[in-house]
């Protein structure tokens, strides 16, 4: 089945689809609740990977967050969409796909003053091979251990994404 990538998916209260809409364009100042996902990515010796968002992106230039997050196609599964956006994203191939926070859900407003307002199951997987970021998407990263990652987010939360600071808050990272 092909999918329209320049697409999301725009869900009610429950995650039920309403209608699409183009990616490039739902992130505003009044962004309607949509469909996305996030990822946190070991590497087999107990390290997670944090990435540093692209100075270029649109929502939360800059900051530091999880390894990855996206936004699944209408109609695409969301583990495919995940798998998709690690090799697209960090030229990664995953295994163990794992969710983690099925039911997580955020909305945040950036410093801009763009909304983030997602239905956003989170997932963790191991990665097969070393990261190679596209520059578009990604400055920096970085493999760390939770304990570290927990004590960076606690002393600077304002260097890391919203998103990643509530996962933090539901998740053992010990158990990733």
């Given at each position: 089945?092909?999918?329209?990538?320049?697409?999301?998916?725009?869900?009610?209260?429950?995650?039920?689809?309403?209608?699409?809409?183009?990616k490039?364009?739902?992130?505003?100042?009044d962004?309607?609740?949509?469909l996305?996902?996030?990822c946190?990515?070991?590497?087999?010796?107990?390290?997670?990977?944090?990435?540093?968002?692209?100075?270029?992106?649109?929502?939360?230039?800059?900051?530091?967050?999880n390894?990855?997050?996206g936004?699944?196609?209408?109609?695409e599964?969301?583990?495919?969409a995940v798998?998709?956006?690690?090799?697209?994203?960090?030229?990664?191939e995953?295994?163990?796909?794992?969710?983690?926070?099925?039911?997580?859900?955020?909305?945040?407003?950036?410093?801009s003053?763009?909304?983030?307002?997602?239905?956003?199951?989170?997932?963790?997987?191991?990665?097969?091979?070393?990261?190679?970021?596209s520059?578009?998407?990604?400055?920096?990263?970085e493999?760390?251990?939770?304990?570290?990652?927990?004590?960076?987010?606690?002393?600077?939360?304002?260097?890391?994404?919203?998103?990643?600071?509530?996962?933090?808050?539901?998740?053992?990272?010990?158990?990733?």
């Amino acid at each position: 089945m092909k999918f329209d990538y320049t697409l999301v998916q725009v869900v009610d209260d429950d995650g039920a689809p309403l209608r699409t809409a183009l990616k490039a364009s739902i992130h505003g100042t009044d962004t309607p609740l949509h469909l996305a996902f996030s990822c946190h990515v070991e590497d087999g010796e107990g390290r997670v990977l944090v990435t540093r968002r692209a100075l270029a992106k649109a929502t939360w230039p800059g900051v530091w967050t999880n390894s990855f997050c996206g936004h699944p196609a209408p109609g695409e599964p969301v583990e495919e969409a995940v798998l998709r956006r690690a090799r697209e994203e960090l030229g990664l191939e995953l295994e163990a796909l794992t969710p983690i926070l099925p039911g997580f859900r955020y909305r945040a407003t950036d410093a801009s003053g763009l909304v983030e307002n997602e239905i956003c199951p989170v997932f963790r997987a191991l990665a097969v091979n070393e990261p190679a970021p596209s520059p578009d998407e990604v400055c920096e990263w970085e493999w760390t251990s939770p304990d570290r990652l927990r004590t960076a987010v606690v002393a600077a939360p304002y260097a890391f994404s919203p998103w990643l600071r509530l996962q933090l808050q539901q998740l053992d990272l010990a158990s990733l």
